[in-house]
């Protein structure tokens, strides 16, 4: 069965700063990938996923990912953070054939002023 | 393009209770999935309905069920409530089975 771990249920960066979320999955095959954003009291919103083609993802807000199949990982990056990303990032994968949807346990980002 | 809507947003019922949560989801969508959100365990999977059938189940006990309608609307139930289904309860939906799924904002039971 597949799984997704996310390292580090909560990260913290200034301003301007680098953001990186890290997901690595466990699947028999490559999964469909996807990072989803929340804000406190809201649902889940998209912000990029991978299906295939090509392995680097840009999604909305500035953000990206690489799928990289050799280290079963896909890192969600960002070259300067914002106030405004501060939420909580979900990394999830679905199975291409049963399209069976596993959740990462979630990272919370803060951003210091 | 209205999004997904859930209703209601809040909910406060009893131990022993049952609820009914409702999810509309985006025009022209036809699958619906359902999560429970919780501190403790996380996102996890409910069930999946596509064309008014239940595609796909998670690892929930039978007091949690639901249904889909020929609207795509779809409800979801939970008989004799128990302390530990105090979540946010979320609902997406997507075109179809294989597509991006969107998220509504959820509704958030707490079971005293």
């Known amino acids: 069965a597949q799984s997704v771990t996310q390292l580090g249920s909560h990260v913290s960066v200034s301003e301007g700063a680098l953001v990186l979320l890290r997901c690595n999955y466990s699947s028999s095959v490559p999964p469909y990938l996807f990072w989803y954003v929340q804000y406190p009291n809201q649902g889940l919103q998209l912000l990029l996923k991978?299906?295939?083609?090509?392995?680097l993802v840009k999604g909305i807000n500035g953000f990206e990912a690489e799928f990289k199949k050799s280290e079963t990982s896909f890192h969600l990056t960002k070259p300067s953070a914002h106030m405004s990303d501060a939420a909580e990032y979900f990394c999830?994968?679905?199975?291409?054939?049963?399209?069976?949807?596993?959740f990462g346990a979630g990272t919370r980002l803060t951003v210091k002023p | 393009k209205a999004g997904v809507t859930q209703t209601p947003r809040y909910l406060i019922k009893t131990r022993g209770q049952q609820v009914t949560l409702s999810c509309s989801p985006i025009s022209g969508h036809r699958s619906v999935s359902w999560y429970q959100q919780t501190p403790g365990q996380g996102l996890q999977f409910l069930f999946e309905?596509?064309?008014?059938?239940?595609?796909n189940k998670g690892n929930f006990p039978g007091r949690f069920s639901g249904r889909q309608f020929s609207n795509s609307r779809s409800e979801m139930n939970v008989s004799t409530l128990e302390l530990g289904d105090s979540a946010l309860y979320l609902c997406a939906s997507s075109r179809d089975r294989k597509e991006t799924q969107y998220f509504g904002p959820g509704t958030r039971l707490l079971v005293l």
């Open positions: 999830a994968v679905s199975d291409r054939a049963t399209d069976d949807m596993r």
């Open positions: 991978y299906t295939t083609g090509a392995t």
């Open positions: 309905y596509f064309s008014e059938t239940q595609r």
